[in-house]
């Protein structure tokens, strides 16, 4: 039997149709109340009618005052169960499992919705054009709110019929900053060793395991490293992912870096780009950092997501048992089917549209030298798959022939509108401007 098309059990019980997973993709439909729309039912109709065995959900946030961008669906007393129940029911169409992405920005809340976010430490971001405001530590009651608001979604998305949840570890969001030395400079028991740093997500896995039950899959996204000097490392991801194996978590997905170090959809900076090299060529860019996991624990189902555009790659992956879910997300804003055409033979690659929209080298290109043009290359590329989301959201196909600088400017333009949408409904009193703690 073709491997990509085999079932997997996992440990909580339930069983992924096949080994294909659309990793989480941020699509900014929510309402100006922060609730998911028609546009998400259209939109993973549309994914989940492709064949994908898993469908991750765009990060979901637990509080309203701290999102990654306007348009985040939030999960913090504001309602809006009916509509998840809505959302679930579209995405499962084809018979795959639902998964929602549950997340806090932390430090990389935009400044659309908060100029004083919350982190480990206040440690700012380096080179982000403004996008982003200083933060500020949290509090160690407020840490524990935190683990409660995780637990609030976690719950909330079962009842809303979700099959699992992903805890978002990775791309330097909150429970990634804590993690990092970089961003982690407490000296309470949340700071220093590894073993502090990745208390907060050992209690959150733990807390969400004791609200939802055995039978409710558990997944984890961690970074194999931030490639940042003086970040986290290899060597602790693989402690990290001991210690969520022995918590009985269902589904580890192995990515990297943050927004200051875009190792996420590939792009390295410099000094980091020849120690790299090897992985680059193996296209999967954490394949081989897979195996140190798979050593260090041999019983946790392992999913790798970054570059996989070729099939004979994936097939040989899962065959060897070195992953054994593959995850993939751009190729779905313009093949929403592609599971189902690489399952029938009709496809042996992927679309990389990425490759297109590299803009150019030197120095206002995607190499440039100086950080801040490199963070808005970065920014433009996103908007090109942020449209293209949008699109299918809308029952549209995707436009292919969309430049990647048009892109960024009806991104941002569309984000302000948003933003202004929910500030109007907040100033009219529809809904509260925060909730200081778990409602
Ligand atoms: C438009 C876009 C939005 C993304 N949003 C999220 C997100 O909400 N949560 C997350 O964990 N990763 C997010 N990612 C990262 C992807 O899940 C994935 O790790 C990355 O794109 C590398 O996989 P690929 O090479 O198959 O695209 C996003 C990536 C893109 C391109």
Redesign the pocket.
Known sequence: MEPLAQPLALPCGASLPNRFCK?????GLADADDRATERHETLYRRWSEGGAGLL????VQVDRRYL?RPGNVVCDGNGGLEELRTWVAAGTCGGNHLWM?I?HPGRQCTRMSSSRPVSASAVKMRGMVGLMAAPRALEASEIRDVIHRFVHVATAARDAGFNGV?L?A??G?LLSQFLSPRTNQRTDEWGGPLENRARLLRDVVASVRDAVGSEFAIGV?LNSADFQKGGFTNEESAQVARWLAELGVDLL?I?GGNYEQMA???RLDSDEKGKRESTRRREA?FLEYARLIRDAAPELPLMV?????SIAPMRAAVESGEVDVV???????VMPDLPLRVLSGEVDSLP?P?KHLRLGAGFLGSTSPIHGIRTLNGQA??AW??HQ?VALSEGREPQLGLGSWSALFAHFSRELGVARRRTFRRSAGALPASTETRV
């Open positions: 990793s989480a993709m941020t699509e991750l959900t765009g990060n990654e992405q997340s992903q978002h990775a791309h969001y996204k997905e990515s996420v959809i590939g860019y997501t970054g570059g996989f555009r995850g993939i997300a751009r190729p779905f804003c990389s990425e590329e996103l798959f942020y989301i």
